[in-house]
């Protein structure tokens, strides 16, 4: 197994990518959005951060965070954000273990890993909103980024910063963000 090296810098901005476990569609449940919104909240209440950007997908979610200045640790936030999940969420499916979950005393709910990647500039800070906001067009569950629920999109157009039909033309940058 490679090593993963993780970059912390205080009060940094990172994009995550954090995937259900077998890409299981938990999120078509409202209730488990729902859910995850509210444990979202107990997380920033207990771990302080600002979300800038969410997108909440059946089986995965996006988001750019920013620490507080004197913090590196995101690492905390989102094994938090997993950990109260779980407890939570109930799902006899879901909750059946394979072995190597039962020894860790894992629930299959969540991959073990996350994707992180520390925001560089604006132009990769504005990228990788674009990607979060861009994100079910791009898996085909909508045919516009304004018909996504579990989207901070819809934050961003309240407050001026996007047009509403923001996206109808959107390509992925060419340089991609997953270093493509």
Request: aromatic share 16%; hydrophobic share 30%; charged share 25%.
């Amino acid at each position: 197994m490679s090593e993963y090296r993780r970059v912390y810098v205080p009060g940094g901005t990172y994009f995550f990518t954090v995937v259900t476990y077998q890409r299981r569609k938990i999120f078509h449940d409202p209730q488990a959005c729902e859910l995850l919104k509210v444990i979202w909240s107990k997380v920033i209440k207990n771990f302080p951060f600002t979300t800038n950007t969410f997108c909440l997908l059946p089986d995965h979610f996006h988001c750019v965070i920013t620490l507080p200045q004197n913090d590196t640790n995101f690492s905390i936030r989102l094994r938090e954000i997993k950990r109260l999940f779980s407890v939570s969420f109930h799902d006899e499916k879901i909750n059946s273990l394979n072995c190597s979950r039962q020894k860790r005393s894992e629930k299959n709910i969540w991959q073990r890993r996350f994707w992180d990647h520390l925001i560089r500039n604006e132009k990769d800070f504005n990228n990788h909103i674009e990607y979060t906001h861009f994100n079910p067009v791009k898996h085909g569950y909508v045919n516009q980024v304004k018909d996504w629920e579990y989207s901070s999109f819809h934050k961003y157009v309240k407050s001026g910063w996007i047009d509403p039909n923001w996206g109808v033309t959107y390509q992925e940058p060419s340089e991609g963000i997953y270093g493509e």
